[in-house]
């Protein structure tokens, strides 16, 4: 017998938060055994740009694995209602057009390291010592744009607002196990408290907690993959006759004067 639709968009939707989670995993991984990623970020031109030409094309479909292993989040982040049976939901709605921003705006962030950085580390590589000034400050300029603003500060704090809206949803309809729900709340406070590194590319001195990027980004990357989990097994729930189903077949078997 045939899934029915809703039963085939919890499959796909938690589906692809487990398997993007664990793909991305893998990309990052990579990443930081090739570039010292993420705190090659932080890290002036004259380190990067030669760091990132010694590594050669590998790195650059690295960068290219990272960005559109974690632009596959956006399906699922979009199925999200329909799975849950909240499309109703005005929070939700709201919710996963910030996911879905949030999304796109880490994208940018990291396909600049393939479209973008590649032709400022090769004319580093080959230019004199002004050349090298002016492709110095280009690499600032785009760095602080496309990854600092557009990935790090925008793309990160709207993904934590997706992130507590669907756990606080969790927590006070039950629809998926409350525990999911608080801890999606704990993963995503903690990340927040890794904007203090990123404000303080553009505000020196402000307060920064170095381990809340590296707590913060696990820990909302394993949550990614439990709410997918959680998701699926909630399929499997559901695609089990409840209890009161036999109850009632049970009585409409009985003769009518049995009945009440």
Do not use: C
Not at 14 to 36: R, Y
Not at 104 to 130: H, K
């Amino acid at each position: 017998m045939s899934a029915t639709p809703g039963l085939k968009i919890r499959i796909v939707t938690g589906g692809l938060f487990a398997l993007s989670a664990l793909a991305f995993a893998a990309a990052a991984t990579a990443l930081s055994a090739m570039f010292d990623w993420p705190d090659v970020l932080r890290e002036p031109a004259e380190v990067v740009l030669p760091a990132f030409t010694a590594s050669g094309p590998a790195l650059i479909w690295a960068w290219f694995a990272a960005a559109w292993t974690y632009g596959l989040l956006t399906i699922p982040v979009l199925l999200l209602p329909a799975a849950l049976g909240l499309q109703g939901n005005p929070v939700v709605k709201v919710a996963t057009y910030a996911g879905a921003a949030s999304v796109l705006l880490s994208l940018i962030g990291f396909l600049r390291w393939v479209f973008v950085v590649p032709a400022l580390a090769s004319s580093y590589a080959t230019g004199d010592g002004q050349t090298r000034a002016a492709v110095s400050a280009a690499w600032t300029a785009q760095h602080q744009f496309g990854g600092a603003l557009l990935g790090e500060h925008l793309g990160q704090l709207l993904v934590i607002g997706w992130s507590a809206a669907v756990s606080i949803v969790i927590l006070r309809s039950g629809i998926l196990p409350r525990w999911v729900g608080a801890a999606g709340l704990a993963t995503s406070s903690i990340y927040l408290l890794n904007q203090g590194d990123i404000l303080a590319t553009a505000v020196p001195g402000f307060p920064v907690w170095d381990l809340a990027g590296l707590i913060g980004s696990t820990g909302w990357g394993l949550w990614i993959a439990v709410l997918g989990i959680s998701i699926l097994l909630k399929r499997s729930r559901a695609s089990s006759p409840a209890p009161t189903s036999h109850i009632h077949t049970a009585l409409t078997a009985l003769p009518k004067e049995l009945t009440p």
